[in-house]
């Protein structure tokens, strides 16, 4: 069973008022009488908060030049961030409008631009994406820019991933990186001693064989993979608003994933689960009440924080 988490990011910018889109030739769109009225008066000429300026975006998604920043808006709109709690907040109708048509506006233009693109017959990761996809495989941590290891990623037409641009040293290169990097992850059992490597489905029947699953709780956490936004430094940075959470046995009642995320892994869309409820929910499989307090001197300390057990997981 997995459980996602949601935190609500404490980044808040203003929306808010008189719009003069850049980008002439472009017909009016369904969405703009919603940023007139609660976007450009804080992101537009008179001022410009969050060094944002709605009305100089462009609006050619074909190109997608600014598709990030239109993305980034709809994500503050749509988690209630923007406009700010000082201004007038627009009705759940209008969000749901502006938020669809953005959204398809957006999504049309991918679309366009992956069908113009040719194809590319090689490809490959650069140093930054070999570096995080290691990390997220095998949980090793390998520094691709120390002396000797991989080459400086190579630029052919402003791209630095096309793998037709890879020379014999490049391949050579990559082997030996593969080599250290599987060294790392299983590391040669020592002369005389059995290796054992332990699965945690093997584990989990094995247990189930002896009776003694509904004894046990077999907890696993991890991030919930990486974003699809590239971070300055050229790779993916880590989640913030969901986790990949796993509990087996303990006697809990299970059916498979419990939590769902929208297509980017940035909102919770059905049955978010705070870190306290997660707590709480372990607590529970293994007889703890949650709702006790520890104590640190004569100041109570809350075991989960006043989470609350799942209860789907317990019926």
Same mark, same amino acid.
């Given at each position: 069973?997995?459980?996602?988490?949601? =935190?609500?990011?404490?980044?808040?910018?203003? !929306?808010?008022?008189?719009?003069? =889109?850049?980008?002439?030739?472009?017909?009016?769109?369904? /969405?703009?009488?919603?940023?007139?009225?609660?976007?450009?008066?804080?992101?537009?000429?008179?001022?410009?908060?969050?060094?944002?300026?709605?009305?100089?975006?462009?609006?050619?998604?074909?190109?997608?030049?600014?598709?990030?920043?239109?993305?980034?808006?709809? &994500?503050? *709109?749509? $988690?209630?961030?923007?406009?700010?709690?000082?201004?007038?907040?627009?009705?759940?109708?209008?969000?749901?409008?502006?938020?669809?048509?953005?959204?398809?506006?957006?999504?049309?233009?991918?679309?366009?631009?992956?069908?113009?693109?040719?194809?590319?017959?090689?490809?490959?990761?650069?140093?930054?994406?070999?570096?995080?996809? *290691?990390?997220?495989?095998?949980?090793?941590? /390998?520094?691709?820019?120390?002396?000797?290891?991989?080459?400086?990623?190579? !630029?052919?037409?402003?791209?630095?991933?096309?793998?037709? &641009?890879?020379?014999? $040293?490049?391949?050579?290169? /990559?082997?030996?990186?593969?080599?250290?990097?599987?060294?790392? %992850?299983?590391?040669?059992? %020592?002369?005389?001693?059995?290796?054992? !490597?332990?699965?945690?489905?093997?584990?989990?029947?094995?247990?189930?064989?002896?009776?003694?699953?509904?004894?046990?709780?077999?907890?696993?956490?991890?991030? =919930?993979?990486?974003?699809?936004?590239?971070?300055?430094?050229?790779?993916?940075?880590?989640?913030?608003?969901?986790?990949?959470? *796993?509990?087996?046995?303990?006697?809990?009642?299970?059916?498979?994933?419990?939590?769902?995320?929208?297509?980017? $892994?940035?909102?919770?869309?059905?049955?978010?689960?705070?870190?306290?409820?997660?707590?709480?929910?372990?607590?529970?499989?293994?007889? *703890?009440?949650?709702?006790?307090?520890?104590?640190?001197?004569?100041?109570?300390?809350?075991?989960?924080?006043?989470?609350?057990?799942?209860?789907?997981?317990?019926?």
């Amino acid at each position: 069973m997995t459980f996602w988490f949601r =935190f609500r990011s404490s980044f808040a910018a203003a !929306l808010t008022a008189s719009l003069a =889109f850049a980008g002439a030739g472009f017909a009016a769109e369904p /969405y703009d009488t919603f940023l007139e009225t609660h976007c450009i008066k804080c992101h537009g000429p008179e001022k410009e908060k969050g060094d944002l300026r709605i009305d100089q975006l462009s609006r050619d998604f074909k190109v997608g030049a600014d598709t990030h920043h239109w993305a980034e808006v709809i &994500e503050q *709109v749509n $988690s209630g961030e923007m406009p700010p709690k000082k201004e007038k907040k627009p009705a759940q109708e209008e969000i749901a409008a502006f938020v669809t048509s953005l959204d398809a506006r957006i999504k049309e233009g991918r679309a366009a631009r992956m069908a113009a693109r040719p194809a590319v017959a090689h490809y490959r990761l650069s140093r930054k994406e070999y570096q995080n996809t *290691v990390y997220d495989l095998l949980g090793v941590r /390998y520094d691709p820019a120390k002396p000797g290891e991989l080459n400086e990623d190579t !630029l052919w037409h402003g791209f630095e991933r096309i793998g037709s &641009e890879l020379s014999p $040293s490049h391949v050579d290169r /990559y082997y030996r990186a593969a080599e250290l990097v599987l060294e790392r %992850a299983f590391p040669a059992a %020592a002369a005389g001693e059995a290796r054992k !490597l332990c699965k945690t489905g093997a584990e989990i029947r094995d247990l189930e064989a002896k009776k003694l699953l509904d004894k046990t709780l077999i907890v696993i956490t991890t991030e =919930f993979g990486r974003p699809p936004e590239f971070d300055s430094g050229g790779g993916h940075c880590h989640q913030g608003s969901a986790f990949t959470c *796993v509990l087996a046995g303990g006697g809990l009642r299970h059916c498979g994933a419990w939590g769902e995320t929208d297509e980017l $892994s940035k909102e919770i869309v059905a049955n978010p689960v705070s870190v306290p409820d997660f707590f709480a929910t372990i607590c529970a499989a293994l007889g *703890v009440d949650y709702r006790k307090n520890l104590y640190d001197g004569d100041r109570p300390v809350p075991i989960t924080d006043q989470g609350s057990p799942i209860a789907a997981r317990f019926a």
